[in-house]
C-alpha cells in the first residue's frame, strides 16, 4: 500500500506534468502553487531530469519559503515573469503582537485554500501576506478582524517587509561530515539518538527524509528534525589542529 507522502507527490507530480503540458501549448507561463519546501524539493528532483524545461520557484520577494513552480517557454527569462502573486499588507496595532498562525486562521476560515497562500510576515503593527492574485480581492474585502484585532488591509503592498525569520548562531566543531554526527552537534543529542532519529525518518536534508546515519553532508544545506526545527549548515570545515571540523550553522527560532 502507497503512503500517505508517496499518494501526495504522485498527485504533485501529476499537477506539474499538466503545467508543463500548459506551458508547451500556450507558449506561455504557466504556475502551480504556492508550494512549501519539500514539495518545492520533490519538484526539483523530478525536474532535475528534463534539461529542456525552464523553470523556477517564485514567491513574491527575495528567500520567499513557499513559492508557485514557474514554467516558462525558452525564450522567456525568469524577469519576464509576472506571476499571479499580490501582496497584502494589514496594519494594526503593535500591542496586539499577531502571528503567522493567527493571519494563516483567518485566511483559512474564509475559504481560502493553503495553495493559494505564500509566506506571511509578522512584525510590529504591520504584517504582509502574500496570495494567488485570484483571491486578493476576496481577502481584502472579507477579512478586517484577526485574532480579534482590528486589522487595516493595503492591496498591491511594496514597502519594507517585516523581519521573516531570526536564527540562533551555532559554531562548534565535528569529527567528520557524516549526518548523525553533524545532527549530534546541531541538536545536542547523543550519538545514539541522532543516529535513533535519521533511522525512523524524523530527518530531512534539503527537505528531502534521509534514513542514513552515514550520508556525507555537503554545506550549505538544510537540516530540518521533526519536533526540533530547521538548521541551515552554512559550512563545515577547514580542520581544526585537532583533525575535527569547524562546523557554523543557524537555528531557525
Known sequence: MASTSDTSDHLLLSRAEDILEQCDKHCAPCYLGFLDLREQAVLRKHLSHFSSICYAFIGGYDS????????????????????????????????????????????????????????????DGLAVVFVRSEVADYVGEQIDRVGGEGVTPELNYDGDLPIHREY???????????????????????????????????????????????????????????GMGRYL????????????????ARKCI
Open 64 to 123: 520567499a519559503e513557499r513559492c508557485l513552480l514557474s514554467a516558462y517557454p525558452d525564450y522567456y527569462s525568469v524577469d519576464d515573469l509576472q506571476p499571479p502573486i499580490t501582496s497584502i499588507a494589514f496594519r494594526y496595532r503593535p500591542i496586539a503582537h499577531l502571528t503567522h498562525r493567527d493571519f494563516l486562521g483567518t485566511l483559512m476560515s474564509v475559504g481560502i485554500r493553503r495553495d493559494k497562500i505564500g509566506d506571511i510576515l509578522c512584525g
Open 168 to 226: 540562533e548562531e551555532i559554531h562548534d566543531t565535528v569529527a567528520s561530515p557524516r549526518l548523525d554526527a553533524v545532527l549530534k552537534c546541531l541538536t545536542r543529542f547523543s550519538r545514539e539518538k541522532a543516529a535513533e532519529s535519521i533511522r525512523l525518518g524524523l530527518v530531512s536534508v534539503d527537505h528531502l527524509p534521509v534514513e542514513s546515519v552515514s550520508l556525507s553532508v555537503t554545506a550549505p544545506c538544510t537540516i530540518s528534525v521533526r
Open 233 to 248: 549548515v552554512d559550512s563545515i570545515g577547514p580542520p581544526t589542529k585537532k583533525g575535527r571540523l569547524i562546523l557554523t
